[in-house]
C-alpha cells in the first residue's frame, strides 16, 4: 500500500507502477486509483461524519471532477450552497505515480482552489457568521485564508487553523488569527526553524508560537499523540495517542482536526485537553484503515463515551 501525505488539493489520481517513467517514457502500471481528498474537504467530512453540521467554503471547476467532488459534500451531508464551479481553471489535482519501493512522483495542479477570494467569502458571510467555528488551512490563496480567519473573528466565531501544507513564510496575521494553532511536528519545525521530535521539543515550539499571538497551540506528533498549549496555562500537556497499530496514517492530521472541530462546536466548555484526548481517538481510529477519507469513522462505529 502506499503512503502518502494528503496535498490532493482535491482530487487524487494515483497509479502504481514498478518504477517511475523517465522524460518522455510510456510504461504500463498495474493499479489506478481517484480519491477525494484535500485537506479542507478532510476536515469537513471527518466533522460532518461525527455529527456537525457542516458547510464548506471552496472552488472547484466546472468540470467532471468538480461535479463528483460536489457529490461526494453531498453524499457526507455537507452544505455545498458555497462550493463555486469556475470555467476559469480545473478542479485541483494532485497526480501521484509510485513504484514498487514506494517512491513517488507527483504533480499538483492546484487550479480552481486559487481563485477562491474575497468575493466568495463575502457570499459565505451568512454562514460563516452563524458558524460556531471555522477552520482553515492552506491549499487556497493564504490572503483568502487569513482574510476567512478575521471575517470569523469579527463575527465572534471560533477558528482552528492548520498551517498545512508547510509555508516558512508564513504571513505574521495568521498567528493572532488563530483560536487554535494547529500543526503538526514538521510544519512547528518550520515556522519555529527548530527541531520538533520529542514532546519536550513541542512544549518549546508550542510555546513560541503562542507567544506570536494564538489563543491555544496544538502540535500532532503522530504515534505519540500532540502537545496541548491552553492559551491561559504556562505549561504545556502531552496527550498521547491511543497506541494503536498503524495501517495507514494518511490523513490522520485531518481527521484529528475534524474531530477537533466538532468538539469545538458542540462542547464549547470542555478544556483543550480533553477535546484533543478525544481527537486523538477519532484519528486513532482512522489510521486502522487504507485511505484518507474512506478510513475516517462514522459518529455511530465510536464508543458513545466520545460524545
Ligand atoms: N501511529 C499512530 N498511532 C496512533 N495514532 C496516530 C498515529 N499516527 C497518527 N495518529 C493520530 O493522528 C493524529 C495526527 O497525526 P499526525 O501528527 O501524524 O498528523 P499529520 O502529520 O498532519 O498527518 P497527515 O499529514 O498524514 O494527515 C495524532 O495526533 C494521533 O492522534
Ligand atoms: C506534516 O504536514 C506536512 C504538510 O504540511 C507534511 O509534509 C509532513 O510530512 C507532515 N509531517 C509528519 C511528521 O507527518
Not at 455529527?51 to 455545498?80: H, L, S
Not at 467569502?121 to 477552520?135: E, G
Not at 514538521?186 to 507567544?211: F, H, M, N, W, Y
Not at 477519532?282 to 455511530?300: D, E, F, H, L, M
Amino acid at each position: 500500500m502506499c503512503f502518502l501525505k494528503d496535498f490532493a488539493y482535491c482530487l487524487f489520481f494515483l497509479s502504481q507502477a514498478l518504477r517511475l517513467p523517465k522524460a518522455g517514457e510510456t510504461i504500463h502500471g498495474h493499479k489506478f486509483f481517484i480519491g477525494f481528498g484535500g485537506k479542507g474537504a478532510n476536515k469537513c467530512i471527518q466533522a460532518a461524519r461525527l455529527g456537525a453540521k457542516t458547510a464548506m467554503v471552496c472552488k472547484v471547476g466546472k468540470d467532471f471532477f468538480g461535479d463528483n467532488y460536489i457529490q461526494n459534500f453531498k453524499d457526507n451531508g455537507v452544505n455545498t450552497e458555497f462550493v463555486g464551479q469556475t470555467s476559469d481553471a480545473a478542479t485541483g489535482t494532485a497526480s501521484i505515480i509510485v513504484n514498487s519501493a514506494g517512491e513517488n512522483a507527483i504533480v499538483i495542479v492546484a487550479g480552481a482552489n486559487m481563485l477562491l477570494g474575497s468575493g466568495e467569502l463575502h457570499k459565505a458571510l451568512p454562514v460563516i457568521r452563524h458558524a460556531k467555528v471555522l477552520v482553515c488551512q492552506l491549499e487556497i490563496s493564504p490572503q483568502t485564508s487569513l482574510q476567512a480567519l478575521r471575517m470569523a473573528q469579527e463575527n465572534k466565531v471560533k477558528t482552528i487553523f492548520n498551517p498545512a501544507p508547510a509555508i516558512p513564510d508564513l504571513d505574521s496575521g495568521f498567528y493572532g488569527a488563530s483560536g487554535v494553532f494547529c500543526c503538526n511536528e514538521t510544519e512547528a519545525e518550520l515556522l519555529t526553524g527548530s527541531s520538533v521530535i520529542t514532546v519536550e521539543d513541542a512544549d518549546r515550539a508550542a510555546q513560541e508560537l503562542l507567544k506570536r499571538g494564538c489563543g491555544s497551540v496544538i502540535i500532532t506528533l503522530g504515534p505519540q499523540g500532540c502537545v496541548v498549549l491552553e492559551g491561559k496555562e504556562s505549561t504545556s500537556k502531552h496527550v498521547p495517542s491511543t497506541g494503536v497499530t498503524a495501517v495507514d496514517t494518511t490523513g490522520a492530521g485531518d481527521s484529528f482536526i475534524g474531530a477537533l472541530a466538532l468538539y469545538t462546536a458542540h462542547y464549547p466548555s470542555m478544556p483543550l485537553e480533553e477535546m484533543a484526548r478525544r481527537a486523538n481517538q477519532v484519528a486513532g481510529v482512522s489510521v486502522q484503515a487504507v485511505g484518507t477519507q474512506s478510513s475516517y469513522p462514522n459518529r455511530k462505529d465510536l464508543p458513545a463515551d466520545l460524545f
